[in-house]
């Protein structure tokens, strides 16, 4: 089975820093990734799909990058709305999908 | 507007079975793969099975392989979790998915999914 490993799993910063969220895949998935933002209560909502790739209507500040089996999630500048939970997602080995474990961006 | 409304989560003892239902709108049904996750309490995210949009296709997680069968009614647009021999550590939120290309066989990234079903497995 194929493991993602994400990191940190907790980060605390202000509104207006930049964030960055990596995730490690245990083989090579080329490029096969999305991330996705979950608030408390609700369901998964997809930033970027392709790692790089943004979802229709989501906010220019999110960035992905990433090859192989290394990715990053960045937030330019964090926003009072981007407080949340955000996991990565493989599906090379689609539908076997793996999700990392998630990283919680709290307030400072 | 899609809309992915579930239904028939609840309390259930363990050995026991669960329907769960996702009545899909905004879209045509049968030209997308669907898929189940499911979050346990304070946990993260596992994808549990998938189907393609004909029904043709199905696979399932280790986890549930011989105890959840995936199944889709595409006259009804409702895609369906059928859960038997249940255990406490099925307990989670169940999110139905909907695949974000259609046609695809094997589903990709999600762009769409339901509020989430409570299912509880207790003594």
């Known amino acids: 089975d194929i493991q993602m490993t994400q990191s940190p799993s907790s980060l605390s910063a202000s509104v207006g820093d930049r964030v960055t969220i990596t995730c490690r895949a245990s083989h090579d998935i080329s490029n096969s990734l999305a991330w996705y933002q979950q608030k408390p209560g609700k369901a998964p909502k997809l930033l970027l799909y392709l790692a790089s790739r943004l979802e229709s209507g989501v906010p220019s500040r999110f960035s992905g990058s990433g090859s192989g089996t290394d990715y990053t999630l960045t937030i330019s500048s964090l926003q009072p709305e981007d407080f949340a939970t955000y996991y990565c997602?493989?599906?090379?080995?689609?539908?076997?999908?793996?999700f990392g474990q998630g990283t919680k961006v709290e307030i400072k | 507007e899609v809309q992915l409304l579930e239904s028939g989560g609840g309390l259930v003892q363990p050995g026991g079975s669960l329907r769960l239902s996702c009545a899909a709108s905004?879209?045509?049904?049968?030209?997308?793969?669907m898929s189940w996750v499911r979050q346990a309490p304070g946990k993260g995210l596992e994808w549990v099975s998938s189907i393609s949009g004909s029904g043709g296709r199905t696979f399932h997680a280790d986890s549930v392989k011989g105890r959840f069968t995936i199944s889709r009614d595409n006259s009804k647009s409702t895609l369906h979790l059928q859960m038997n021999s249940l255990r406490v550590e099925d307990t989670a939120v169940y999110y139905c998915?909907?695949?974000?290309?259609?046609?695809?066989?094997?589903?990709?990234?999600?762009?769409?999914w339901g509020q989430g079903n409570l299912v509880t497995v207790s003594p």
């Open positions: 998915a909907k695949d974000s290309l259609e046609g695809r066989v094997y589903p990709n990234q999600v762009d769409f």
């Open positions: 905004g879209f045509t049904f049968s030209k997308y793969a």
């Open positions: 997602q493989q599906y090379y080995f689609t539908p076997q999908w793996t």
